[in-house]
């Protein structure tokens, strides 16, 4: 998974597979998602990102479910 932001657009594209993109669908004014083939996530696109999301707080957590 990739985040890029390009600041000239405000814009955020989070890449969540390397697959080609079949399909965008728009979530809102601001927010895409591309699909692949199998409507499967690829992308996230976010338009005025700044103001839409806490993008200077980023950070990466992931939680592993330990079971007894």
Do not use: C
Request: aromatic share 8%; charged share 30%.
């Amino acid at each position: 998974m990739k985040i890029k932001y390009f600041s000239d657009t405000d814009t955020a594209l989070i890449e969540m597979a390397h697959k080609e993109v079949y399909e965008t669908r728009e979530v809102n004014p601001n927010i895409y998602i591309d699909l692949d083939e199998q409507g499967n996530l690829v992308n996230i696109t976010i338009e005025h990102a700044k103001e839409n999301t806490s993008l200077p707080e980023f950070s990466y957590e992931e939680i592993i479910n330990k079971t007894a």
